[in-house]
């Protein structure tokens, strides 16, 4: 399905401005609940540092090689791409603070956001290098060819387009979180990320709300965003060097695949919103709702071709290891 996602200025709509200093309230409320309910945590006590040891350079220690990593294949390609992910954090906070604006509820809110997710990075790659998870030179290398391209958002052309998109990825990125500790094959990587995956739990509900919000105010102009993210949707690390390799791999490992992404993370918000019961829209918007509700059939149905052949694959590998120990 091809939407034309380019905002079209129609008789009656909420500009940005509008939009922001209506919602400037529910901002307030929701950043007052957060505040109340997310618990301070410090990252050098989620990192095993007696692990630790110098790597070879002006320090003259041990080269790093693979066998020396305890996480699991799956495992160390997922690390990588959420860390990379996690470490455009200085691009996501130009874009929200543009969009958003750093006045008021809305920037402390903004302000506040940068400063927890600062923190995933910060323990995410010491873990990384202390356990010698991953290769540091390549890692390093990643890091630089990912942001030196820096980020720009789909949806930097609507304010609720990108609250919509938040709304998901904030979900999106809690899952992947999740599911790499589970399947990373350390208890202290996993209990890292669960750590994280709360942080990230938090920010979705906070943009949830929000986004709730706006369709009382502005349902169609609301609907219309939540299908074109919908259809567009991009996690956030498309731009890392290899993304499109290893997110296939995340896929087969069932980290983060289409059955995932329809069950998990769109269906949980739009059912939140209630997107696909909501009454008294205008033809744009119905229009929009008929169009989401399609995608997401056809979503479905790709998710189910998916999950067969997957289910193929690992009865193809079974048999051959039957094979091998006969």
Known sequence: MTIDATPIARPGEWS??????????????????HLAVARDWMP?????????????????????????????DIGRTALVVNLLTEDNLPSYHHE??????????????????????GR????????LLTTRAVDPVQLENFRMAHMSEGFESDNQHSML????????????????????????????????LARIATDENLHMVFYRNLLRAAF???????????????????MPGHGIPGFERAAARMAIGGIYNLRIHHDDVLQPVIRFLKAMDLAGLGPEGRKAQEE?????DGLD?????????LAARRARLAARAARAEG
């Not at 050098?44 to 020396?68: A, C, K, M, T």
């Not at 995933?120 to 873990?127: E, F, K, S």
Request: glycine content about 8%; overall charge negative.
């Open 120 to 127: 995933h990075g910060i323990v995410m790659r010491d873990y």
């Open 292 to 296: 989401l509700g399609t995608f997401m």
């Open 301 to 309: 149905a790709e998710a189910r071709v998916l999950e067969e052949r």
């Open 16 to 33: 940005d401005t509008r939009l922001i200093y209506a919602l400037e309230e529910v901002v307030e409320r929701e950043l007052n609940r």
């Open 161 to 192: 387009h990108s609250v919509a998109y938040v709304a998901f990825q904030e979900l999106a990125t809690r899952i992947s979180h999740r599911n790499t500790g589970r399947e990373s094959g350390d208890p202290v990587c996993d209990r890292m």
């Open 96 to 117: 929200i603070a543009s969009i958003f604006g750093r006045d008021g509820a809305w920037g402390t809110w903004v302000h506040r956001w940068t400063a927890e997710e």
């Open 44 to 72: 050098h006590e989620y990192v095993p540092w007696s692990e630790g040891r110098n790597f070879d350079g002006p320090l003259d220690g041990e080269p790093w090689s693979i066998e020396q990593s305890k996480v699991t």
């Open 216 to 234: 009382e105010i502005a349902p169609d102009q609301a609907m219309r965003a939540v299908r074109d993210v919908v259809v567009g949707f991009r």
